[in-house]
């Protein structure tokens, strides 16, 4: 079965250094992987997706299907960037997507 | 705008009483999806639906079910609340490709 797995549960940095957050996924077939993203006191929402291939937020992820990641990556984070992070996985023609558990992204000033 | 609405944004109920859970979109999309929401575990899907009737287990169904009787509408149903169905509850809805989902702000239930 597919499977998403985010290595960090809390994850901490400065304002303004870059930060990467991990997503790895075991499917043997061709996925499509997104991640979305919910602001305290917000609701869940897409933030991106692999097919895109678009910054969003000054955000971007690519698909590495050798090493089976999909991180997200941002040069220069802000303090509005904290939030809790999923990243999902979608398989075939399935009409329901997998989650990770989630990283808990800080941004400090 | 899409719009999710969740009937209660907190509930509490003992263990044993039925529990329902009503979600509705406004957006007329064909999807629809119950969630748990718990620290660590992340998102965990419970069931959803592709129509009305229509219904399918997702990772975690055992103690939940649910009822389509309208497209607008999906109700999740805990027959007997127990302590470890304490958890927020997220509804969302899509088109047919589940690509971009829209949520709901959640039920935080409390089953004491």
């Known amino acids: 079965a597919q499977r998403v797995t985010q290595p960090e549960k809390l994850l901490s940095v400065f304002k303004g250094a870059p930060v990467e957050l991990k997503c790895n996924y075991s499917y043997s077939g061709s996925p499509e992987l997104f991640w979305y993203v919910q602001y305290s006191r917000q609701r869940l929402q897409l933030l991106l997706r692999h097919i895109s291939r678009e910054s969003i937020k000054g955000f971007t992820a690519d698909l590495n299907k050798g090493e089976t990641s999909f991180h997200l990556k941002k040069p220069f984070a802000q303090e509005e960037d904290s939030a809790m992070y999923y990243c999902a996985l979608k398989v075939g023609s399935a009409r329901q997507l997998t989650f990770g558990s989630g990283t808990q992204l800080t941004v400090l000033p | 705008d899409v719009k999710v609405t969740q009937s209660s944004r907190y509930l509490v109920k003992r263990t044993g009483e039925k529990v329902f859970l009503e979600c509705v979109q406004d957006?007329?999309?064909?999807?629809m999806f119950w969630y748990r929401q718990d620290p660590g575990l992340g998102l965990r899907l419970i069931y959803f639906?592709?129509?009305?009737?229509?219904?399918e287990k997702g990772d975690i169904p055992e103690g939940y079910s649910v009822s389509r009787e309208k497209k607008e509408r999906f109700s999740l149903i805990l027959e007997s609340a127990s302590t470890n169905q304490t958890s927020m509850y997220l509804c969302?809805?899509?088109?047919?490709?589940?690509?971009?989902?829209?949520f709901g702000p959640g039920t935080r239930l409390t089953v004491l």
């Open positions: 639906s592709y129509d009305v009737k229509m219904k």
């Open positions: 957006m007329d999309h064909e999807n």
């Open positions: 969302a809805s899509s088109l047919v490709n589940p690509d971009t989902q829209y």
